[in-house]
């Protein structure tokens, strides 16, 4: 199984330990990934905000270098990224006027042939639930894990076209696959206000807090996410968190990708649990 | 009786005076999205996050946008703490994609020099994209610290650095795309193409 990858900038710094992750899955996993050359940022969240044209032309620059490998299918693990891939996809497929315009553009041709792959689907459904379990040498047994989906992985439907949108469980059934138990909790897709972290951060916290407190209440050991902007707005900001509304959570907020490259039997260096702010270890002691 | 009609009737002439859908059309022009379909039933503003700090609510917006409000939206603060989640457009019944309005709002009111009531959120747009412009590709600890100079805050965050900077989570120096000249060509098509186009 072959795949153009496009880490995007986030896995590139905050987010070393997704893409480290990811890479020793897909190795287990015997999935092929082959870095897009000399990629460019997908612009969110600012493209869109600004510039329509822009917003699709950014993306589509990443496609137009997918076709040019021979590849027709991209993953982008940051969902973010991921959305806007397909975003230009899909409205170059649909509106003829906007792809020329992107062409002009980009100075090049787009033919439309790359299907846009989100992560957790490719596990589940290329690679399949019963390889990952046979692939599982280290079942993470007695580990609670409230799997966090966020906003772009199932919305808005039309474009993700993945799972329940209001009650999704794909990270759940792999996050069982691999031996851990997952919890029942209510902010699975709430917004985690990542976009505000940096500008309005107080008006963050108030939101990080409720999915906090949230999987705190289920009784969750660790928090299992799928997309860098989560990962680091829950895990960055517990100590201000803790400063302002009186509650040190503690939580250790983990790539679904770390935990299951710990249970292939990849080192914790591999999949790079010493990058995770909020320390991981004690929960993760027992496995 | 008459006296009625006539009195009713003027009223209504003054209510159709002018073509209160324009703004509707425009939006629906510019991103294919059909406004005047929204029977206020309030869901988006239920289900949205940022609705504890908006003044205008979304469901309002749309509301003000079927009136022809338009100076009123495009001042508004709603689209500035939009934080694009797409909840709102997920649960509309009429399957309004409300965050495409939202961007066409950001987008028309950065265009036309309208006062964005969220300054901070403008300047983070501004100077993410600056960064991808400069570079081919966000670097991140830059961007977070040109950010809190536009803010007047230099010092914002300034002990989450260290933190980061021990488990490596940032990179020194911005990684620079070996083909910049095209990401650069990229971003003056846009401008030429968008400027030929007011």
């Known amino acids: 199984m072959k795949y153009a990858y496009y880490p995007g900038c986030s896995l590139e710094s905050s987010a070393k330990e997704y893409d480290l992750s990811i890479r020793a899955c897909c190795q287990y996993a015997g999935v092929d990934l082959i870095e897009v050359p000399d990629w460019i940022c997908c612009g969110a969240s600012s493209a869109h905000a600004t510039s329509h044209l822009l917003s699709i032309a950014l993306p589509a620059k990443t496609l137009v270098q997918t076709e040019k490998m021979g590849l027709h299918q991209i993953i982008a693990p940051c969902i973010a990224c991921l959305t806007r891939l397909k975003v230009a996809d899909m409205e170059m497929e649909e509106h003829g006027d906007l792809k020329k315009d992107v062409e002009t553009v980009l100075e090049s041709t787009y033919k439309g042939s790359v299907r846009v792959r989100n992560i957790l689907d490719v596990f589940l459904n290329d690679v399949g639930l019963e390889k990952i379990e046979k692939t599982v040498t280290t079942p993470l047994t007695g580990l609670k894990v409230a799997c966090y989906y966020g906003c772009l992985l199932t919305r808005p439907p039309h474009i993700a076209q993945f799972d329940d949108v209001e009650n999704p469980h794909s990270m759940d059934d792999l996050m069982r696959a691999i031996g851990a138990e997952t919890v029942d909790w209510s902010f699975k897709t709430d917004c985690c206000g990542v976009s505000m972290s940096l500008a309005e951060t107080d008006v963050a916290l108030e939101l990080t807090n409720k999915v906090l407190e949230g999987a705190r209440d289920a009784g969750a050991d660790c928090v299992a996410v799928a997309c860098p902007l989560c990962q680091s707005n829950l895990d960055l900001r517990q100590k201000a968190i803790g400063n302002k509304f009186g509650v040190f959570y503690d939580m250790p907020i983990l790539y679904f990708s770390q935990l299951m490259g710990l249970a292939f039997g990849a080192t914790t260096t591999d999949v790079g649990l010493e990058k995770v702010i909020v320390n991981p270890f004690p929960v993760l002691g027992a496995i | ?198």
Not at chain 2, 76 to 90: L, Q
Not at chain 2, 121 to 142: D, N, P, T
């Open chain 2, 1 to 198: 009786m008459r006296n009625k009609l006539e009195e009713a009737k003027n009223i209504m002439k003054v209510a159709v005076k002018e073509d209160t859908t324009a703004f509707a059309k425009e939006i629906q022009r510019k991103c294919g999205q059909d406004v005047l379909t929204c029977y206020q039933c309030r869901k988006c503003t239920m289900g949205c996050p940022m609705a504890f700090r908006m003044e205008t609510k979304v469901n309002e917006l749309m509301r003000a946008i079927q009136l022809g409000l338009r100076d009123e939206v495009l001042s508004a603060d709603t689209m500035w703490w939009c934080v694009s989640c797409e909840t709102c457009a997920t649960r509309c019944p009429q399957g309004i994609e409300i965050v495409e309005v939202m961007d066409v709002l950001r987008e028309t009111a950065i265009k036309e020099d309208y006062y964005i009531p969220v300054e901070s959120i403008e300047a983070f747009h501004k100077v993410f994209l600056r960064s991808v412009e400069a570079y081919g590709r966000l670097y991140e600890m830059g961007f977070a610290m040109d950010l809190n100079l536009m803010l007047k805050d230099p010092l914002k965050d300034a002990d989450l650095g260290p933190v980061m900077m021990a488990k490596g989570k940032l990179k020194l120096r911005p990684h620079k795309v070996k083909d910049l000249k095209s990401v650069k060509k990229l971003f003056e098509n846009v401008r030429k193409l968008e400027e030929s186009r007011v």
